[in-house]
C-alpha cells in the first residue's frame, strides 16, 4: 500500500538552528500539506500546497517556516531559526483526490529543540 | 469548516460497542463528515466518510440523522488496541478544502 514516508524520525537541534524536515508523499497525490502537534495537545494545521505553491497557511506559519517541493517528489518544511516552542511531531499529509476528507500521513518527524 | 464538538473523552471495556457522537449544528450542503483515528506518536489515520444515512466499512459504521446535524461513530467489539483518539471533522472537500483543521478529538479508553 502507498505510503507518505518521512525524515528524519527524531531531530535534535539547538535553538536558533535552520531545520529541514523532509517527506515524500504518494506519488500521483496532488494536495500536500504540514501539521505538528505539540507533546500532548492537538494536531495543528500549518500550510497546504498545490500546483507548486501554498494554498493555505495558519498564524503559526510564520516567516520562519517555509515549504517547497524541490524536485516533483520531496515536499519539504523548513524552519529557519528554530525557537523552544517549535519542539514538536510534525506530520506531512498527501490528498490525492478531491471530494474526499481523506488525508494520508506520514509517521512523522519528531522534532528537539534545545 | 463546520465547528465539531464531541466528547473529551470516553472510557469502554474489550467487546463492547463503542458510539462516540459529533455535533455539527452549522454543517453545510456540500459538507461530508469524515472521522479520523490517532495513536500515540503516530499521524491520524482516515477511518471513514459519509454524507448522509449509513456508511459501513471494515472497520466502524457512521450513522447520520436525516438532519445531519450530529453524526455517530461506531465501533463494533472493541478491542485494547482501539485505544485512541478520534477525531470528527465537517467540511467540504472540494477543490477549495486547502485548510483541514483538527479539533480536540475524543480520547477513548479500552480497559480489559
Known amino acids: 500500500e502507498p505510503e507518505v514516508t518521512q525524515t528524519p524520525s527524531h531531530q535534535v537541534t539547538q535553538m536558533g538552528q535552520e531545520v529541514i524536515l523532509r517527506c515524500v508523499p504518494i506519488s500521483n497525490h496532488l494536495y500536500f500539506y504540514w501539521y505538528r502537534q505539540i507533546l500532548g495537545q492537538k494536531v495543528e494545521f500549518l500550510v497546504s500546497?498545490?500546483?507548486?505553491?501554498?494554498?493555505?497557511k495558519s498564524e503559526i506559519f510564520d516567516d520562519q517556516f517555509s515549504v517547497e517541493r524541490p524536485d516533483g517528489s520531496n515536499f519539504t518544511l523548513k524552519i529557519r531559526s528554530t525557537k523552544l516552542e517549535d519542539s514538536a511531531m510534525y506530520f506531512c499529509?498527501?490528498?490525492?483526490?478531491?471530494?474526499?476528507?481523506?488525508?494520508?500521513f506520514g509517521e512523522g518527524s519528531r522534532l528537539t529543540v534545545l | 469548516l463546520a465547528k465539531t464538538t464531541q466528547p473529551i473523552s470516553m472510557d469502554s471495556y474489550e467487546g463492547q460497542e463503542v458510539n462516540i457522537t459529533c455535533s455539527h449544528n452549522n454543517i453545510a450542503t456540500n459538507d461530508y463528515i469524515t472521522w479520523y483515528q490517532q495513536f500515540p506518536s503516530q499521524g491520524p489515520r482516515f477511518i471513514i466518510q459519509?454524507?448522509?444515512t449509513k456508511v459501513t466499512n471494515e472497520v466502524a459504521s457512521l450513522f447520520i440523522p436525516a438532519d445531519r446535524k450530529s453524526s455517530t461513530l461506531s465501533l463494533p467489539r472493541v478491542s485494547l488496541s482501539d485505544t485512541a483518539v478520534y477525531y470528527c471533522l465537517v467540511g467540504d472537500w472540494g477543490s477549495s478544502a486547502s485548510k483541514i483543521i483538527f479539533g480536540s478529538g475524543t480520547r477513548l479508553s479500552i480497559r480489559p
Open positions: 499529509a498527501s490528498r490525492g483526490v478531491l471530494n474526499t476528507g481523506e488525508l494520508f
Open positions: 459519509g454524507y448522509k
Open positions: 500546497f498545490y500546483n507548486n505553491e501554498i494554498s493555505e
